[in-house]
């Protein structure tokens, strides 16, 4: 049996950036991953991370994602890991006169609230991405946004958490977990038993499950993702690439219900919308995906996504057209029904928290969630931001 002050159950981006801080603030913590460091959503995502500035009213947003692009910086530039982290900017391409009079009224509502974002004309965007479409009616320009390997980031955040005192203990997989009398928690694994005051639960697609175990009900569902990528090719796409289509129609129908998240690409079987994002990674393949459907625990890729996919990203950057795709794969995000992330404490159980619900931005966002929890945790003051991550409005005891 082995006593520890924390325990954090989840070795993806959330995992590892909560027991970083931790580990910072001299607590002894403890990462139990079943799997290796960033074996699911976290090794396997786009490696896009999203940021619009920090605003004149920085809201939770806005401190998830530039408080995160700020650790980035710290791991690659400060602490020396090379996580092939670079503030590329992204360019969203607008293919139809609805989708630029949508991308239009949006630039004028997000600058007049202090974020950097430009309409730019197809000349001006293919002076900075020389491969795009020159029939496309123009583009968004988000320059904070910005890129990294997600597998080198999350495994660089668990490195560094080890080098402050954490202990990461992959291969580890929780199978049991009790609240005790003496307000402890004993997390049993199919290797050891551990003894912690406080627990983090950053379970991604699976804190359902691990909630479960504690009598709660988690309303965290899995959804899909999937990707492709060509062969390695020299350098031709530099920013990080996406599409007006679903941000405009999830505007208009964010398509959730009682059962079913938000933003998803698919109700059932049948498609809503196209959704894509995409990059060259530095050994050369140019990476995409989109799709975000409600399949279970599945994670083999579908190919006819996969082709709808293809086509999109083909519209944007035509050089597609003649490169063929060399290998797929998916994972799961962590989506809450709400679409709203849950970082925070659980009410019902004693020194119980949680970090997830960061859905399919997660890798951009993971790095000051986890940030955010510990502050909390390490105060007692709930940052004021938080309040629209309280995991109260949705987690309940189970019946
Ligand atoms: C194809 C795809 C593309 C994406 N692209 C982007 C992108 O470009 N930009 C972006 O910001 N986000 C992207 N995302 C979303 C992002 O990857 C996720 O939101 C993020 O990685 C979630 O991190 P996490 O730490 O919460 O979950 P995870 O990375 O899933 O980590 C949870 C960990 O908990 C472990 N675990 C679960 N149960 C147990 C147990 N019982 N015992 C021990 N360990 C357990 C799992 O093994 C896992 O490693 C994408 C996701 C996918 C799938």
């Given at each position: 049996?082995?006593?520890?002050?924390?325990?954090?159950?989840?070795?993806?981006?959330?995992?590892a950036?909560?027991?970083?801080?931790?580990?910072?603030?001299?607590?002894?913590?403890?990462?139990?991953?079943?799997?290796?460091?960033?074996?699911?959503?976290?090794?396997?995502?786009?490696?896009?991370?999203?940021?619009?500035?920090w605003?004149?009213?920085?809201?939770?947003?806005?401190?998830?994602?530039?408080?995160?692009?700020?650790?980035?910086?710290?791991?690659?530039?400060?602490?020396?890991?090379?996580?092939?982290?670079?503030?590329?900017?992204t360019?969203?391409?607008?293919?139809?006169?609805a989708?630029?009079?949508?991308?239009?009224?949006?630039v004028?509502?997000?600058?007049?609230?202090?974020?950097?974002?430009?309409?730019?004309?197809?000349?001006?965007?293919?002076?900075?991405?020389?491969?795009?479409?020159?029939?496309?009616?123009?583009?968004?320009?988000?320059?904070?946004?910005?890129?990294?390997?997600?597998q080198?980031?999350?495994?660089?955040?668990?490195?560094?958490?080890?080098?402050s005192?954490?202990?990461?203990?992959?291969?580890?997989?929780?199978?049991?977990?009790?609240?005790?009398?003496?307000?402890?928690?004993?997390i049993?694994?199919?290797?050891?038993?551990?003894v912690?005051?406080?627990?983090?639960?950053?379970?991604?697609?699976?804190?359902?499950?691990?909630?479960?175990?504690?009598?709660?009900?988690?309303?965290?569902?899995?959804?899909?993702?999937?990707?492709?990528a060509?062969?390695?090719?020299?350098?031709?796409?530099?920013?990080?690439?996406?599409?007006a289509?679903?941000?405009?129609?999830?505007?208009?129908?964010?398509?959730?219900d009682?059962?079913?998240?938000?933003?998803?690409?698919?109700?059932?079987?049948?498609?809503r919308?196209?959704?894509?994002?995409?990059?060259?990674?530095?050994?050369?393949?140019?990476?995409?995906?989109?799709d975000?459907?409600?399949?279970?625990?599945?994670?083999?890729?579908?190919p006819?996504?996969?082709?709808?996919?293809?086509?999109?990203?083909?519209?944007?950057?035509?050089?597609l057209?003649?490169?063929?795709?060399?290998?797929?794969?998916?994972?799961?995000?962590?989506f809450?029904?709400?679409g709203?992330?849950?970082?925070?404490?659980?009410?019902?159980?004693?020194?119980l928290?949680?970090?997830?619900?960061?859905?399919?931005?997660?890798?951009?966002?993971?790095?000051?969630?986890?940030k955010?929890?510990?502050?909390?945790?390490?105060t007692?003051?709930?940052?004021?931001?938080l309040?629209?991550?309280?995991?109260?409005?949705?987690?309940?005891?189970?019946?």
């Amino acid at each position: 049996m082995t006593e520890t002050e924390m325990v954090i159950i989840g070795g993806g981006i959330a995992g590892a950036s909560t027991a970083y801080h931790l580990a910072q603030h001299g607590h002894d913590v403890t990462l139990l991953e079943r799997g290796d460091i960033a074996s699911e959503a976290s090794g396997v995502n786009a490696g896009s991370i999203g940021a619009t500035g920090w605003g004149h009213v920085p809201d939770l947003e806005a401190y998830l994602t530039m408080g995160s692009l700020e650790i980035f910086k710290t791991l690659q530039l400060d602490l020396g890991y090379d996580i092939e982290f670079r503030q590329s900017g992204t360019l969203q391409a607008i293919h139809t006169k609805a989708q630029y009079a949508f991308t239009h009224d949006r630039v004028q509502h997000l600058r007049a609230h202090g974020h950097s974002v430009e309409l730019l004309t197809m000349r001006e965007a293919r002076s900075l991405e020389p491969e795009l479409n020159p029939a496309l009616l123009g583009c968004l320009y988000m320059p904070w946004r910005a890129q990294a390997d997600p597998q080198k980031a999350t495994r660089a955040l668990a490195a560094a958490a080890a080098r402050s005192g954490a202990h990461i203990r992959t291969q580890q997989a929780v199978t049991a977990l009790q609240q005790r009398g003496d307000d402890t928690y004993l997390i049993e694994t199919a290797h050891d038993t551990f003894v912690a005051g406080t627990l983090v639960l950053a379970a991604g697609a699976w804190c359902a499950e691990v909630g479960a175990w504690l009598g709660l009900r988690i309303p965290i569902v899995p959804v899909r993702g999937q990707m492709w990528a060509t062969a390695q090719l020299g350098p031709r796409v530099f920013h990080t690439i996406s599409s007006a289509e679903s941000a405009m129609d999830w505007h208009h129908e964010p398509g959730n219900d009682q059962a079913t998240p938000p933003y998803l690409t698919h109700r059932g079987s049948a498609r809503r919308t196209r959704h894509l994002y995409g990059r060259q990674t530095r050994a050369g393949e140019i990476i995409f995906g989109g799709d975000r459907q409600v399949v279970g625990y599945h994670t083999v890729p579908d190919p006819a996504g996969i082709e709808v996919n293809h086509d999109h990203a083909t519209e944007v950057l035509p050089l597609l057209h003649t490169l063929s795709i060399t290998r797929t794969w998916a994972g799961l995000m962590p989506f809450s029904l709400d679409g709203a992330p849950l970082i925070g404490r659980l009410p019902q159980c004693r020194n119980l928290y949680i970090v997830s619900g960061l859905a399919s931005s997660g890798f951009g966002r993971g790095p000051m969630a986890g940030k955010l929890l510990v502050d909390y945790i390490h105060t007692g003051h709930r940052h004021p931001v938080l309040a629209e991550a309280d995991p109260a409005r949705c987690v309940t005891v189970a019946e």
